[in-house]
């Protein structure tokens, strides 16, 4: 089955403590972002990559940083994370050459930091 | 950078038609979409309009475009139950590769 999978779906940490949010997907797409959702502000785009080796800022990247090594994995990286990164996110990937610029999302993992 | 807006609740009877509407500021935006997130769920692209047209229909999904006023609106004709989800409006914009958000509304069907 085609699809977008994140982990951990849910976690709870402490401010400081260095965490990893994996994204894989097994559709060989070459674009791949991360977005994180919040009330009353909608997706806000964090990183994005538009191939392996090839990663860009969004527009809240501060806090974050991202790696894409092979084709199917972006992981997303917290390094000292801090109660206003509570939120919940999702990983997303696309095709080069789909027209439409369809994004396809994974199912979002919600992240409590103390 | 693109601004999307959307009004943020929207509440309809069982049966009536829902029109969420959503303005967006790139005039250069080539694709608009409108997303749909269900409960604990991810997005899922429900439908899209190419920037050339002003209207798609697709069953009960009716998709409007004002380029002039740049505005976008989704109708739902015979609301369901299964209809209640967040609507979230996007717009392609700053080039290919760079999709903006709205803040989403939240459609709560009653029976």
């Known amino acids: 089955e085609a699809q977008v999978t994140q982990n951990p779906r849910y976690l709870i940490t402490v401010t400081g403590k260095k965490l990893t949010v994996t994204c894989s997907q097994n559709m060989n797409h070459e674009y791949m972002s991360w977005y994180r959702q919040d009330p009353g502000l909608g997706l806000r785009q964090i990183y994005y990559?538009?191939?392996?080796?090839?990663?860009d800022k969004g527009d809240v990247p501060e806090g974050y940083k991202v790696s894409r090594k092979e084709k199917r994995n972006f992981p997303l990286i917290l390094e000292s994370p801090s109660p206003n990164q509570t939120s919940l996110y999702f990983c997303?990937?696309?095709?080069?050459?789909?027209?439409?610029?369809?994004?396809?999302f994974g199912e979002g993992s919600r992240l409590t930091v103390l | 950078g693109e601004d999307v807006e959307q009004s943020l609740f929207l509440s309809v009877r069982e049966g009536d038609s829902s029109v969420i509407n959503c303005t967006y500021t790139d005039s250069s935006s080539t694709y608009l979409y409108w997303y749909k997130q269900e409960p604990g769920a991810g997005l899922q692209l429900l439908t899209y309009?190419?920037?050339?047209?002003d209207m798609k229909q697709d069953q009960r999904l009716t998709v409007l475009l004002n380029k002039k006023d740049k505005h976008l609106s989704l109708r739902i004709a015979d609301t369901q139950t299964g209809d209640s989800a967040i609507y979230f409006c996007?717009?392609?914009?700053?080039?290919?590769?760079?999709?903006?958000f709205g803040t989403g509304t939240k459609l709560q069907v009653i029976p």
């Open positions: 996007a717009v392609n914009s700053g080039g290919y590769q760079k999709v903006t």
């Open positions: 997303a990937s696309r095709p080069d050459g789909l027209l439409t610029g369809e994004l396809f």
């Open positions: 309009i190419f920037s050339n047209m």
């Open positions: 990559s538009m191939n392996v080796e090839v990663t």
